[in-house]
């Protein structure tokens, strides 16, 4: 059985990766890392955690080395809103740590690499709705540029040494398992708590702020998919546009309304719209339809079902 390492296991798409590698792969076989010191008890429960910077090269042979990893999920990362408060670490962590990841990849021989680009990578000349695969790259924030310098990178790393990394353009997502992580998107989750406890939330994009987002279940789908698919099928590596469903704030919660009619939403737009005003509307996804099968599942009432179902469930029973 092959060994599978993840960074960043701890964070929002992580934690619900995680579970679904140790589920088909078996616990022991999937090495949780993160830099959170105390991760939860589904993580420590499921395998093995170790405390590891991506930063620390050294660190991260030590552990390929000791479990003798196959594959590395590498999820570790500064997100955008956190990374504009801080570009040095940004850039750190999601250049040099990469360049880390891709280095040992081609050292150890590893199977395959698994990273992500974001649509951060869009900007302000990037064609707004139906955004091609094939389009202008002009990240507005450290984050979009550091995610433009690790699509190149990857492709770099594959074409010079073979090392077979893949990746995606998550849009969005929006999940009840754990909060995301100081992206621009973390309204569309923030909001269900406080819909259920509150009823009421305040906003920090404009009403009319249309973004493509994705559910987790999609999420994961697409991230486990894309490594089954056949190599030679694949055109693209690190940066596969993917898409599921877009909408903007005011109609999550026209949909939220539906299920509880007393809640209510203002909107205080912060320096957070500047940034989902430069990105893109809605996502063409044609390439990674046709090279490895992409469709989604979840639009937005269905995930907005599932999400107050899953949230209200974790509200009542604490976990
Ligand atoms: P997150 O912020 O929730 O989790 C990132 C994790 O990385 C955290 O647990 C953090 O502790 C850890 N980390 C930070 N610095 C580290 C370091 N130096 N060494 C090891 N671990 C470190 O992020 P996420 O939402 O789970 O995102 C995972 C990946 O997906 C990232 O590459 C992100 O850019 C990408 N992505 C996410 C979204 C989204 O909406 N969540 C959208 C587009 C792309």
């Not at 701890?10 to 105390?38: F, M, P, W």
């Not at 990746?167 to 992580?181: C, D, F, M, Q, W």
């Not at 590596?237 to 309304?257: D, W």
Request: proline fraction near 5%; aromatic fraction near 10%.
């Amino acid at each position: 059985m092959q060994k599978i390492l993840v960074t960043g296991a701890c964070g929002q798409i992580g934690s619900d990766l995680l579970i679904e590698l140790r589920h088909k792969y078996g616990g022991n076989n999937v090495i949780a890392t993160d830099v959170k010191r105390s991760p939860g008890p589904k993580v420590l429960k499921s395998g093995p955690f170790e405390f590891l910077d991506v930063n620390n090269r050294k660190s991260v042979e030590a552990v390929v080395e000791k479990y003798e990893i196959d594959i590395i999920y590498h999820l570790a990362a500064i997100l955008s809103a956190a990374g504009e408060k801080n570009p040095d670490m940004c850039w750190e962590t999601n250049v040099c740590g990469l360049f880390n990841i891709l280095d040992i990849a081609k050292r150890y021989n590893l199977k395959q690499v698994f990273w992500p680009s974001s649509i951060a990578v869009f900007g302000p000349q990037t064609p707004k709705y139906n955004t091609p695969q094939e389009t202008i790259l002009c990240p507005q924030t450290m984050y979009g540029v550091t995610k433009v310098s690790g699509e190149y990178l990857c492709d770099y790393y594959f074409r010079r040494y073979g090392v077979d990394v893949r990746g995606v353009r998550y849009p969005g997502i929006i999940s009840s398992e754990t909060l995301p992580g100081g992206g621009i998107t973390d309204y569309a989750v923030a909001i269900f708590y406080e819909a259920i406890k509150q009823k009421r939330y305040t906003c920090f994009l404009k009403e009319d702020t249309i973004l493509p987002m994705m559910y987790m279940p999609d999420c994961i789908r697409a991230t486990m998919k894309l490594m089954e698919a056949d190599l030679s099928r694949l055109k693209h590596r690190s940066s596969f546009n993917l898409a599921a469903m877009s909408f903007s704030a005011g109609e999550l919660v026209a949909e939220i309304k539906k299920h509880i009619p007393e809640f209510t939403c203002e909107y205080k737009p912060d320096f957070r719209q500047e940034i989902a005003d430069s990105w893109p509307g809605s996502i063409d996804d044609s390439a990674a339809r046709e090279e490895w099968g992409w469709k989604s599942k979840y639009n937005l009432s269905m995930m907005v079902e599932d999400m107050l179902g899953k949230i209200k469930g974790k509200l009542l029973t604490g976990k």
